[in-house]
């Protein structure tokens, strides 16, 4: 039994036809604690479904989702979300939507103790000079990164990031993966990020697993990224073990694709094929 285990996980919703469609189809994963686990895949196959799950949002229809061998029920603050759209209280500053979150999940903390542990997650995500700033006041990488402050700072047993950076510019989003790199060199914390970008899989994470193109979508083979850490955006791109790991995970999701019996093989979205932020300078 790994850290967190998918065991064949399979979830459908309604369609509008009144039928039901299954988006999930026997899903499988194993993860090790301490591990940063990517899984990629194409718009709409699933992604967010398999998270909600392990978010504890959403039930599997068959199968279960198991962190340190416990079956997940519901939502915890084991395990915190960030999502693609920034989460925060407009009325409260970084520091306060912390603090909130900090004071719920450690009432038993003194509360110094509680806002010197608030401090040191802002100023981990680089924002001790704008604790005291509103939502408004705020750029959107900023925002995303006081949630990635809070979803640290409740020291969840996994963190979950479903695409946490898809709302921002090429820019932005290039930074912030920076800073998720130099904050896991840091915080050795379980991390499960999906998103659609296969550079950015192969940039900060450990291992990267497709999940095949949907309907019916499954969990593929895990693709292990053997480049040594620290990663840096511009050297990799010249990275033959980049290139190969690329083409390899991108064939196997076109693969995905045209295997699928379905009228609609080549969904209208595909993953990114390096037209991503990865060599472009932060
Ligand atoms: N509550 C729901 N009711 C009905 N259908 C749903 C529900 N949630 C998701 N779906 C459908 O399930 C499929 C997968 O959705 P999901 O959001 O998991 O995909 P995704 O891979 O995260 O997409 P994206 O990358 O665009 O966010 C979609 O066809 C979606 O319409």
């Given at each position: ?9 399979s ?26 686990v ?80 608030t401090?040191?997650?802002?100023k ?33 047993r ?25 904050i ?46 620290p990663?840096?955006?511009?050297e990799?791109?010249h990275?033959?073990?980049f ?22 093989k080549?969904?209208?979205?595909v ?9 472009v300078?932060?």
């Amino acid at each position: 039994m790994s850290y967190l285990n998918l065991n064949g996980v399979s979830k459908g919703f309604r369609s509008a036809s009144g039928g039901r469609t299954e988006v999930l189809h026997d899903a499988w994963l194993s993860m090790e604690r301490g591990e940063f686990v990517a899984v990629v895949g194409f718009s709409g196959a699933g992604k967010t479904t398999l998270m909600n799950m392990v978010a504890g949002l959403a039930t599997p229809d068959s199968g279960t989702v198991q962190l340190e061998g416990e079956t997940i029920t519901g939502p915890g603050p084991d395990r915190m979300l960030v999502f693609q759209n920034y989460s925060l209280l407009p009325w409260m500053t970084a520091f306060e939507n912390v603090k909130l979150a900090v004071d719920q999940v450690f009432p038993q903390w003194d509360n110094k103790w509680r806002r010197e542990h608030t401090e040191n997650y802002l100023k981990m995500v680089s924002l001790g000079h704008a604790m005291d700033r509103k939502p408004s006041q705020l750029s959107g990488g900023m925002r995303q990164r006081v949630c990635v402050a809070r979803a640290l700072a409740c020291e969840p047993r996994i963190l979950l990031l479903d695409e946490p950076f898809g709302a921002l510019d090429a820019l932005t989003r290039g930074t912030l993966q920076d800073e998720l790199m130099k904050i896991r060199s840091q915080d050795d914390r379980t991390i499960l990020m999906i998103t659609n970008d296969v550079d950015e899989a192969i940039l900060v994470a450990d291992r990267i697993i497709p999940l095949t193109a949907g309907p019916r979508a499954t969990l593929g083979p895990s693709f292990t990224v053997d480049i040594e850490r620290p990663r840096d955006r511009k050297e990799i791109n010249h990275d033959s073990r980049f290139k190969k790991l690329r083409k390899d995970v991108n064939d196997f999701l076109l693969g995905s694709a045209a295997d699928k019996r379905n009228p609609v093989k080549v969904p209208a979205k595909v993953p990114s094929f390096g037209g991503t932020p990865v060599g472009v300078s932060a």
